[in-house]
């Protein structure tokens, strides 16, 4: 049997967080006492690097020891965990999606290599709105050795649901983390988000219903 799947690729697929995780990150940075500031052009920049623990040892030029870079990471979760309260709606389109992969028998899958603490968060905000139970699959940095670009986490999710490439489908939101599934031979449709940077060039939508309907129907 042909498994046909929905992989939604990123938090920021699934819900617009950009401005509440940048000021996450600065309350984080001010608390373990470190003069950084990120405004709005340095966060768009480092959006470009997947994984707030990657952004963290990029913008240190890799100073930073593992120990310090996670406990400034666990203190932005505790930040956005407040910031964020009954603030996080899904992104247009999404439910429609979710429904439509529910009601045709595609499986849906979260696969991201974001930590589990923040994984919690997200689907804690959204459960209002969306019924993770009914997911097939929701992944965290704890399945592979290597984050996102690296290809490790969609290829553990085609295995783990026994899926079939051609009829399988991600979105991502950053033209980095597309590197991850496009290497994994995935066919990748790109949803940005409000501080996304991408080029003309990019397989974009706007509408990501109509994209995901589309994709199907031609299959």
């Not at 790109?190 to 199907?216: C, H, M, Q, V």
Request: proline share 3%; aromatic share 12%.
């Amino acid at each position: 049997m042909i498994m046909k799947s929905i992989l939604f690729g990123s938090i920021g697929v699934l819900t617009e967080s950009s401005e509440i995780q940048r000021r996450a990150f600065n309350e984080a940075f001010k608390e373990f006492g470190l003069d950084w500031y990120w405004n709005v052009a340095n966060y768009i920049k480092m959006l470009q690097k997947p994984g707030g623990l990657n952004r963290i040892a990029y913008y240190s030029n890799y100073k930073l020891n593992k120990n310090d870079i996670k406990k400034i990471h666990d203190l932005k979760v505790k930040h956005f965990k407040s910031l964020s309260k009954n603030k996080l709606k899904p992104r247009k389109g999404i439910l429609e999606v979710i429904d439509f992969g529910l009601k045709n028998h595609i499986k849906i899958g979260f696969v991201t290599t974001t930590n589990k603490s923040t994984i919690d968060l997200i689907t804690d905000n959204l459960s209002e709105y969306i019924d993770f139970s009914k997911f097939d699959l929701i992944t965290s940095d704890e399945d592979v050795l290597n984050r996102k670009p690296h290809p490790d986490i969609y290829n553990y999710a085609l295995e783990k649901l026994n899926l079939d490439r051609l009829n399988s489908i991600s979105i991502e939101n950053t033209m980095e983390s597309c590197d991850s599934s496009i290497k994994a031979n995935l066919c990748t449709l790109l949803y940005p988000g409000e501080y996304t940077p991408f080029s003309k060039n990019e397989k974009i939508t706007d509408d990501i219903f109509k994209s995901i309907k589309n994709f199907f129907e031609e299959r």
